[in-house]
């Protein structure tokens, strides 16, 4: 979305929370549905557990309209490249591996001799 026209990108961001926002409500509004069908089967003592295909419908229309505008209030993507961050380095500070060190420590001679009896 590389617009030259600053107020086409404000109006797509307040778009896209908005469209945001209302999925959000729409998909708590699903669960809700789905728990008030269950305790509505669970009082008229039916044996059905499904879901309406309706609440399902709603859902997964929800669903997808949310991940619609979470890309528009993201902004552009950028380009990940390893290479620009690794190219100053040398292999021994990319291939660092913290886990291995380890360090004398005073206490471990403590412990030995309170430890060993002669």
Not at 2 to 26: C, D, T
Request: charged letters at 15%; proline letters at 3%.
């Amino acid at each position: 979305m590389r617009h030259g026209n600053a107020f086409f990108s404000v109006a797509m961001a307040f778009i896209s929370k908005s469209v945001l926002w209302f999925s959000m409500l729409s998909l708590v509004h699903c669960g809700l549905s789905a728990a008030q069908h269950k305790s509505y089967l669970r009082l008229s003592e039916q044996g059905s557990s499904f879901v309406p295909v309706d609440i399902i419908v709603q859902t997964l229309i929800s669903l997808l309209t949310a991940m619609w505008a979470t890309l528009g209030v993201a902004g552009e993507f950028r380009e990940v490249r390893a290479t620009a961050q690794l190219e100053n380095k040398t292999f021994e500070t990319a291939a660092n591996c913290p886990n291995f060190y380890t360090f004398p420590r005073h206490k471990d001679k403590l412990v030995k001799d309170l430890l060993v009896y002669e």
